[in-house]
């Protein structure tokens, strides 16, 4: 069965400096990955996506996440946090490659202090 | 273009009750999931339809929970009678394809 780890349920960090929020995955058959964001009051928003080909992909607002098969991580950093990126953040990956079926982590919350 | 839209945003009922919980896709999707997080928890999925058909139930708690989507439009989520167990956040999503999913606000169920 596949699964996936987060590690750390809350990460704080200063303005302007690099964030990495780590994700570790089992999974039997080659995974599609993503991460995904969550702001106060607002629904779950995709960061980036991991399926084939490159494996580091950029997402949006600055964020990348490297797929590593042998660590069976994947981690999402950005170079330098701003206090908008305050939010709660999810590593999922996809059952059996592409089904739209998704296993979830626990979810790292990011305090971004000024 | 309008998103994924879920209400209520919030509802909170008493043991034994029955809640409906609706989720409107986004237009010309076909896919729908339904997903809740209890508190503290990871999110998990629930169920999954292709238009008004049920193509994956096994993440469904029980039989008190009753999903269904007319037409293969809107969605709704039925729980009857709501347990505390139930509560937690339920979120809905849809996808064109099955890579991308998109995910609304979710209902935020407290079961008192």
């Known amino acids: 069965a596949q699964s996936v780890t987060q590690l750390g349920s809350h990460v704080s960090v200063s303005e302007g400096a690099l964030v990495l929020l780590r994700c570790n995955y089992s999974?039997?058959?080659?995974?599609?990955l993503f991460w995904y964001v969550q702001y106060p009051n607002q629904g779950l928003q995709l960061l980036l996506k991991?399926?084939?080909?490159?494996?580091l992909v950029k997402g949006i607002n600055g964020f990348e996440a490297e797929f590593k098969k042998s660590e069976t991580s994947f981690h999402l950093t950005k170079p330098s946090a701003h206090m908008s990126d305050a939010a709660e953040y999810f590593c999922a990956v996809s059952e059996l490659s592409n089904t739209g079926k998704l296993i979830f982590g626990q979810g790292t919350t990011l305090q971004v202090k000024p | 273009e309008a998103g994924v839209t879920q209400f209520p945003s919030h509802s909170v009922i008493e043991k034994g009750q029955t809640v409906t919980l609706r989720c409107d896709p986004i237009?010309?999707?076909?896919?729908l999931y339904w997903y809740r997080r209890v508190m503290g928890k990871e999110i998990k999925f629930l169920l999954h339809?292709?238009?008004?058909?049920?193509?994956?139930e096994s993440g469904m708690p029980n039989n008190r929970f009753l999903a269904e989507r007319t037409g293969g439009t809107y969605s709704t989520l039925k729980v009857q009678p709501a347990e505390l167990e139930d509560s937690g956040v339920y979120f809905c999503?849809?996808?064109?394809?099955?890579?991308?999913?998109?995910f609304g606000s979710g209902t935020q169920l407290s079961v008192l």
């Open positions: 237009s010309g999707h076909d896919n």
């Open positions: 999503a849809s996808s064109q394809g099955r890579t991308v999913l998109f």
């Open positions: 339809f292709v238009k008004e058909s049920k193509q994956d």
């Open positions: 999974s039997s058959v080659p995974p599609y």
């Open positions: 991991y399926t084939t080909g490159a494996t």
